[in-house]
């Protein structure tokens, strides 16, 4: 088997993406290993999670930069290059990422968002969803860019809306297709398949007849 991947995961909470993550790097012929857990918050929840897994946990409190978006990703990054981490996964990271960062590590950075981007970016997805009358929702895993929930997507996961959901309801549905998706983006990116081009993914090795991989629906 070729070498596995070292991944930090950020969260700024509850941490049941970065759960699911940890969760499938448990099989040693997954091509990714959880080396890293950094929170933004200290005594998030998920902090606690990864440490009953056995996954090396750390802090960076941006509260404590004054202010300083750069000085804050500084650390960050230093915490990831002195533990030779290769990729990064955005796992409920409540902090925006400056174009310095996703500079230094372009293609490196992956994210996961509660909506089928492009639309409703931001926050309180499913309310918005609900406003729309959209009939699918869902999840998408995406390259960082500097824009907010931007950047070449990976894989998207869809759900139905239906008729008595509400964004509690929605936001349960939703979550489960997150559990599975983002666990086989990860794999993709680790494993060199995900590449972007043009700003766009290309998956190597992808049926073309199948909606293959990296569309997960009802
Ligand atoms: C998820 O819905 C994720 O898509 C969004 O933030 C939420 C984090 O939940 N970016 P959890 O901390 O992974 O449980």
Redesign the pocket.
């Known amino acids: 088997m070729s070498e596995r991947k070292k991944i930090a995961v950020l969260?700024?909470?509850?941490?049941?993406?970065?759960?699911?993550l940890i969760s499938a790097s448990m099989d040693p012929s997954y091509p990714a290993e959880i080396a890293l857990v950094i929170s933004n918050k200290p005594g998030a929840a998920?902090l606690e999670r990864a440490g009953e897994f056995g996954i090396e946990t750390a802090t960076v409190d941006h509260t404590e930069f004054s202010g300083d978006r750069q000085a804050f990703e500084r650390a960050l990054d230093e915490k990831l290059k002195a533990r030779g981490i290769e990729f990064v996964a955005?796992?409920?990271?409540?902090r925006l990422l400056s174009s310095w960062f996703v500079t230094q590590w372009r293609d490196r950075v992956i994210?996961?968002?509660?909506a089928l981007l492009p639309s409703f970016k931001g926050l309180h997805t499913h309310e918005r969803a609900l406003e729309e009358g959209v009939k699918l929702h869902g999840?998408t895993v995406h390259f960082v860019s500097a824009e907010m929930d931007d950047g070449p997507i990976i894989i998207q996961g869809a759900v139905p809306v239906l008729e008595d959901d509400t964004p509690d309801t929605l936001?349960e549905r939703?979550?489960a297709v997150?559990h599975k998706i983002y666990p086989k983006a990860l794999a993709l990116v680790a494993s060199g398949r995900a590449k972007v081009k043009d700003h766009r993914v290309a998956i190597a090795g992808e049926d073309t007849e199948q909606a293959g991989p990296v569309l997960i629906w009802p």
């Open positions: 969260i700024s909470g509850r941490g049941s993406n970065m759960a699911s998920g955005l796992a409920g990271f409540m994210n996961i968002h509660p999840a936001g939703v979550l997150e």
